[in-house]
């Protein structure tokens, strides 16, 4: 493993590279993703995990209003550039998966292929949203009822001694019923020693890609485009690509029926194997 750090403009984003084989640029986290990917996969692939800037060092004086829907994919290009990676495979999970997407429209010469893992291909300010009509039509009682009990816990006293960034990995991991197969499952291990910039993350989220669409432009998105969801995702519903996967120009569409918001942790096996399959016929149409 190597690490370091790559300036942008108002951050620093932090880089750790782990395995061998083709590099895969895996924009979200440094500290969050590698334990989302198996350790299996690292004797396949190099996995570059970057942090983008809601969960990197920034600049207090950096207001988070500079940052436009191009700012990300070109801090994903200055890094790619930086650390001499040649053409990529991106791999991105939820938002992150969306905006590698972004990245491939705007530098299609550099990217061989897009991994989106559970990530939206649009969002509205729709309320309640598809993901959430989905829910409440699908998810049993227990996961509606461990779901409840669990967000109680979050007291206003509780959220109230948090930042923005902490409540927000708070409710994430208390939304657990919604983000996981077993509906039981306790993520908190995950976000350890993460930082999340509440501020950026806002600005992301909420402003950038709200509401958002696959097919906006400005350019068609020409790179070949793995998705992967989970069938038991609730947080971002799989249902979401039935009207949608027709705005990729070449897609491949895997769903992991014993996952739900992260395949690659809860099915890796599966995950792996279809992943490794996919970038084998990258290399033979090449």
Known sequence: MRQGIVEVEGAQLAYRIEGQGHPCLVVGSSVYYPRVFSQDL???????????????????????????IETYPDDIEHVRQTLELGDVVVIG??????????????????????????????????????????????????RKEILARRLAELTPEVRAALSPGELWAREYVASGAKIWFDPDYDGSWLWEGVVLDGPVFARVAGELFTPYDLAQGPAEIAAPVLVAHGRYDYFVAYTLWEDHLHKLARHTYAQF????????????????QTLLGWMDGLERAE
């Open 42 to 68: 690292r004797a396949h692939l190099q996995l570059v995990f970057v942090d983008l800037r809601h969960f990197a060092a920034s600049d207090p004086s950096f207001s988070p209003d500079r940052i436009s």
């Open 93 to 142: 999970h939820s938002i992150h998966g969306t905006i590698a997407l972004e990245y491939a429209r705007r530098y299609p010469q550099r990217v061989r292929g897009v991994v989106a893992v559970g990530s939206p291909p649009f969002r509205s300010a729709e309320d309640p949203s598809p993901s959430e009509r989905f829910w409440e039509a699908d998810a049993s009682e227990e």
């Open 257 to 272: 029926e014993r996952s739900g918001h992260t395949p690659p942790l809860e099915e890796p096996e599966q995950f792996n």
